[in-house]
Structures are given as structure tokens and as C-alpha cells.
Nanobody, 126 residues
């Protein structure tokens, strides 16, 4: 059973930075695409960023391009989401998900991901 654990969320002022981590336990996820998603109250879960299994390709939602960066360290079984220039509208519960995609593909579609972490709250407020 793939288990993912997010950490690093918290309260940050607008313009600030946070780095989220997604760690895998009980399995090695170096063959999996890892996506970051967020869900604000009353809204659907949306894709934020995605990094392929090799770590050499990423994609981002337009709303976070230039502000968020995803990276991975397969030796540590960990994926990171560096978030900067945070805005109040970035406030949400952030989730990481894992999916096996052929040809080391990318996807921001939550429905494609069978494995999820429990989420970590990010609040951007002054």
C-alpha cells in the first residue's frame, strides 16, 4: 500500500514562502509521477504542479507559474514544493498524489491519481 505524508504547511504572510514535502513510506516511488494539488473550502481539488518520475520535467497551473517549484530526491523518497510570493488565494489544504504514468508522463488531473496523502494546511494571511 502506497502511503504519502505531506508536511511543511503553516501560516505565512502574503509575499512569504513555504516549502512543502511529500514523503513516501513502505515503498519507493521513483517510478511514479508525483502531483501537488490543493483544495480550498467549497471548491474542487485542483492541480498545482506535477513532476515526472525521472524528475526532469515539470508542469504548473497558470495561477502558480513563476512562484512555485517542484523537485524530487528519489534517494530520499521525497518530493518538494517550494512556494514563494504567496497570496491569500493560495490558502488551501495541499495534497500530494502519486500515479504511474507511461513514458514518465505528467498530469494535473486529480482523477488520474490513485494514491494520496492526508494533506497539509497552508494559510496565507496578514
Amino acid at each position: 500500500q502506497l502511503q504519502l505524508v505531506e508536511s511543511g504547511g503553516g501560516l505565512v504572510q502574503p509575499g512569504g514562502s513555504l516549502t512543502l514535502s511529500c514523503a513516501a513510506s513502505e515503498f519507493t516511488f521513483d517510478g511514479y509521477t508525483i502531483g501537488w494539488f490543493r483544495q480550498a473550502p467549497g471548491k474542487e481539488r485542483e492541480g498545482v504542479s506535477c513532476i515526472n518520475s525521472r524528475g526532469d520535467r515539470t508542469t504548473y497551473a497558470d495561477s502558480v507559474k513563476g512562484r512555485f517549484t517542484s523537485s524530487r530526491d528519489n534517494a530520499k523518497n521525497t518530493v518538494y514544493l517550494q512556494m514563494s510570493s504567496l497570496k491569500p488565494e493560495d490558502t488551501a489544504v495541499y495534497y500530494c498524489g502519486a500515479v504511474y504514468l507511461p513514458f514518465s508522463g505528467l498530469s494535473l488531473r486529480p482523477a488520474q491519481y490513485p494514491y494520496w496523502g492526508q494533506g497539509t494546511q497552508v494559510t496565507v494571511s496578514s
